[in-house]
Structure formats: structure tokens, C-alpha cells
């Protein structure tokens, strides 16, 4: 049974919007720190967010890019605020909140991807999901908004 | 002594969950066949199924880029440290199916 889940306020939940309409139409991307569950008994809880700028040089409607450098910039909030990074968020202009197989052939196990799609400059669904151990598809992640 | 290799967090839980794990090679390209023999789980997330490191998977010697030396050929020393860094990529699909819908992983089109 899938047990997953992914837990962020309203108010994280809406500046991730935000950042996915304010790139529109290029896609947004971030990084999520929070803490993990315990053995997969509680959500994994996110606390805040780091935007981070999409690095690519083209393609920006339908590729995002993050480099080493963004990573350990992202580690090192996470340590600096005794949390951990989590996983990503990006958005999907005018195309499903679903991971493709571009974001298949690219994900790295344990992260959590939450994907915001935005048709047309308005914010819509919102997803999350985690690369299966043989990377042959993502499990879906259940998003609990609160507050 | 061998030689360290830094885990990225993504991967721990394929390394016994642990943050570094110590092994013997010389260069990084033996380094990383020690890792993934003594940890199976760890291939299929470092390399393609042609053995090529995969394209966001990033390796340094001592903050090195092991692009800008030898690459797998990279010698190492007791006492050098490997690290793997993700760059993490991704967005919104181009595959298009033959009736022109954009194709997601589980086979939903749009």
C-alpha cells in the first residue's frame, strides 16, 4: 500500500505557485527542505522552500536544469536550518501536474518531485511523486496541505 | 586506508545508509566498481544499462570535476575523496505518440 505523503502549509503550497506563474511560460524550480518521516509512518513535512533559478540556456518552456552548485547551495540552508533537503518542485507550463519521461530519465531515488502545472499563466494542480528503486516509474506522493 | 566516497543523500539508503563509504580502487573508475559491487542497488542509479556514468550524475576528486582530468580514468590515492553531486533536471514532455498526444510515464496522453 502506498503510504507516501508530503505535507506543506497553504502558505508553501501558494509561493510555490506563485513562482511557477511568475516564470510562465518557462518552468520554475526549487528546492523543498523539511524533515523525513520515520520510516514511512509519518509524512515527510516541508518547512520551507529555496527557488532556485532554472539554469538552462534554452528549452526553458519544457526543461529544467539544476546544477552541483545548486545542490550544495541547497544542502547548506538545509544543515543551516537543522533541516534536510527533501527533494524539488518545477512546474509544467500548459501541461500536466504528471512526470514525464524526460523527468523519469533524470530523477534520482528518495527525492520527492512535486510537479505544479500552470495552463495558461493560472496556477492548477499541484502533484508529488517519488522514483521507484528499479526507475522504471514514480510512486505517487500525497500532498496534505495544512494550515 | 582507501579511498572515500561521499554518498549523496539519494543514495543512502542503497548504501547501507550510510554517508561515506570507504573503498579500494585506482582510479575512479575502479573506485566506483568497488562501490557498486559491494552495494548492487547503487548501478542502476550511477550508470546507464551501456555502463556509462549517467549524464546527472556528477563525480569530483578532492572538489575536483573528473570531466576536466581523466574522467573514470582519474587516478586516486589512499586517502582522496570521491564525491557524487546530483544535478537534478526534469519538465514537461516532448514525446509525442503517434497520433501527436504528449506521452507521461504511465502511458497517459494529453
Not at chain 1, 500500500?1 to 506563474?21: C, D, F, I, P, Y
Not at chain 1, 522552500?49 to 526553458?60: A, F, I, T, Y
Not at chain 2, 557498486?36 to 576528486?61: C, E, I, M, P, Q
Amino acid at each position: 500500500m502506498n503510504t507516501m505523503r508530503l505535507k506543506l502549509s497553504e502558505k508553501l503550497a501558494e509561493k510555490m505557485r506563485a513562482h511557477g506563474v511568475e516564470t510562465y511560460p518557462y518552468e520554475c524550480c526549487g528546492a523543498l527542505l523539511g524533515r523525513d518521516g520515520e520510516g514511512g509512518e509519518s509524512p515527510r513535512e516541508v518547512s520551507e522552500l529555496l527557488p532556485l533559478p532554472n539554469r538552462r540556456d534554452d528549452s526553458r518552456r519544457t526543461r529544467f536544469e539544476l546544477m552541483p552548485d545548486d545542490v550544495r547551495l541547497a544542502e547548506k540552508e538545509a544543515r543551516g536550518k537543522s533541516v534536510e533537503l527533501l527533494g524539488w518542485y518545477h512546474s509544467h507550463p500548459d501541461a500536466p501536474a504528471r512526470p514525464s519521461e524526460y523527468d523519469r530519465e533524470h530523477a534520482w531515488p528518495w527525492y520527492s518531485y512535486v510537479i505544479i502545472s500552470v495552463q495558461k499563466g493560472e496556477p492548477g494542480e499541484t502533484t508529488s511523486w517519488r522514483l521507484q528503486d528499479d526507475r522504471t516509474g514514480y510512486d505517487a506522493e500525497a500532498i496534505e496541505i495544512s494550515g | 586506508m582507501g579511498v572515500k566516497v561521499i554518498i549523496p543523500t539519494p543514495l543512502r539508503a542503497y548504501a547501507g545508509k550510510q554517508e561515506s563509504v570507504e573503498v579500494q580502487g585506482a582510479t575512479v573508475g575502479e573506485a566506483l566498481t568497488a562501490l557498486t559491487a559491494k552495494f548492487g542497488g547503487l548501478k542502476k542509479h550511477l550508470y546507464t544499462d551501456d555502463g556509462r556514468l549517467r549524464s546527472f550524475v556528477n563525480v569530483y576528486v578532492n572538489d575536483e570535476d573528473i570531466r576536466f582530468l581523466q574522467k573514470d580514468k582519474t587516478g586516486v590515492r589512499d586517502g582522496d575523496t570521491i564525491s557524487i553531486i546530483p544535478s537534478i533536471a526534469g519538465g514537461a514532455s516532448e514525446r509525442f505518440s503517434r497520433l501527436g498526444h504528449r506521452e507521461y510515464f504511465d502511458g497517459i496522453e494529453d
